[in-house]
């Protein structure tokens, strides 16, 4: 039997059978991977990229929208999206905050719920600013006002928690605009905020005192806390404030934890929190008001970071321990030209980085840090403050009046491949992508761009 084979040949009707079997597997197989899940902030992979293929490139307010959803108000949040459902945060008129869950085949509203109340507004930022997370089953939300709620994809709330009862009201200038992270069976939440807290920021109402900068994880099943890590700085006044969001970092098999605020980055252990290194230089001037917005970058084995207000783009080793700030910086870039707001992509090797204020692109060898090129993308008197997202070879960039600029990510040059207008203003969300789509969520309304 050892060489007969003839068992394993199939019948002419069986391997036709058989064929047809593989055939609708591998159908099924690419309609799945094209139908990517954009679950949180930056995406699927947690570095704003998708693997999604044939994108639309061109669109206007006539051309290449599939529908629009008017929304109750602003909110600079990403939506999260997962199969046919879409989830979006949102005040409404009377200052209540909303979690909406949107159709996404039609963008019909199926369920709309207040979860938390108090709605401030401060300059452009309000209690709406992260983005909601989910993983198919449950969506996470969080507020600037501290409410932390976990629902089911009928609406129904599963547990909810006031981060702001048992830690304290956060103390945030421009309002609290972290997001949440989920990763490995954990969720995180970081809140790198001011101490003592000013009476006057926005929500605190007079609530000052001491307040403590801390990473914590909790059980996302229950919503009780599993650790709280305190984080401590060495900037001071609004300095110590971070506007970023955790990001998951794997070196030596084992999962870090990015924390970056103050004047430093910060790895810790993601089972226990415990800090496993440091690296101060982020914030050199340490002026008092030099809050950090974007978030760190996970690049292969390094850490990339953004310092506030033009400051230098850093890279440091992450296989170290304790103070790592002059042992592990691989490379730094001191153009000036660096992102105040926008957080960097990383993919292939290479490092996207987007100052928003001059509209400089630049694309970098993320382990050297050499400049592979950089141009400026053209504007209409304004700014930009999502962050870019990379998918189907290109990048897709979003400024605040809602033009879209498509830029090549694969060329050793920079290139523009076209320009999409859109009559929104305050376009302030990363664009989302999602079964061929892209999702971009205005001032007005949230818009489903597709072929």
């Known amino acids: 039997m050892q060489g007969d084979h003839s068992s394993l040949t199939p019948e002419p009707n069986t391997a036709s059978a058989m064929k047809l079997l593989l055939t609708a597997a591998a159908l099924a197989f690419t309609l799945s991977a094209h139908a990517t899940n954009w679950p949180q902030w930056r995406g699927p992979s947690l570095d704003g990229t998708s693997p999604e293929k044939d994108l639309p490139l061109h669109w206007s307010a006539e051309k290449g929208v599939k529908w629009k959803t008017p929304l109750p108000a602003f909110s600079g949040a990403t939506p999260a999206i997962w199969g046919d459902s879409i989830f979006v945060t949102s005040p409404d008129a009377n200052k209540n905050l909303l979690l909406l869950c949107l159709k996404k085949s039609d963008g019909s509203i199926r369920w709309q719920k207040p979860l938390a109340e108090g709605d401030i507004n401060k300059g452009k930022g309000n209690m709406a600013s992260p983005s909601p997370v989910t993983d198919g089953k449950t969506v996470w939300v969080l507020f600037g006002t501290g409410d932390l709620v976990a629902l089911d994809f009928q609406g129904h709330i599963l547990w909810r928690r006031s981060l702001a009862a048992d830690y304290g009201k956060f103390a945030i200038m421009w309002i609290y605009g972290s997001s949440p992270l989920l990763y490995e069976g954990r969720l995180y939440v970081q809140v790198l905020q001011r101490s003592p807290a000013p009476e006057d920021y926005p929500g605190l109402g007079g ?245």
């Not at 509209?359 to 008197?381: N, S």
């Not at 305050?426 to 079964?435: E, L, P």
């Open 207 to 451: 609530a000052g005192g001491e307040r403590e900068s801390y990473l914590l994880a909790l059980d996302p099943q229950t919503g009780k806390s599993l650790w709280k890590q305190v984080r401590k700085t060495t900037a001071v006044i609004e300095s110590m404030e971070s506007y970023a969001t955790p990001v998951p970092h794997k070196v030596g098999g084992k999962t870090q934890i990015l924390v970056l605020g103050g004047d430093c980055l910060t790895g810790h252990d993601s089972a226990t929190g415990k800090e496993l290194w440091r690296g101060y230089g982020v914030n050199p001037k340490s002026g008092q008001f030099m809050r950090i917005v974007p978030s760190p970058v996970s690049a292969g084995e390094l850490a990339i970071v953004c310092g506030p207000k033009k400051e230098a783009m850093l890279a440091f080793r992450t296989d170290l321990t304790g103070d790592i700030t002059e042992s592990g910086l691989v490379w730094k870039f001191d153009e000036k030209r660096t992102p105040d707001v926008c957080t960097p992509v990383y993919a292939n090797g290479r490092l996207y980085a987007l100052d928003g204020d001059s509209h400089t692109l630049t694309c970098f060898h993320a382990k050297t840090g050499e400049k592979i090129w950089q141009g400026e993308v053209p504007e209409r008197g304004t700014v930009i403050r999502a962050s870019p997202t990379l998918a189907d070879g290109r990048l897709y960039i979003v400024n605040e009046r809602g033009s879209a600029h498509v830029v090549d990510a694969t060329a050793d040059e920079f290139k523009i491949l076209a320009t999409n207008v859109l009559p929104d203003e305050n376009v302030r969300g990363s664009i989302a992508v999602s079964d061929g789509c892209l999702f971009i969520r205005g001032a007005q309304y949230l818009y489903c761009i597709g072929k």
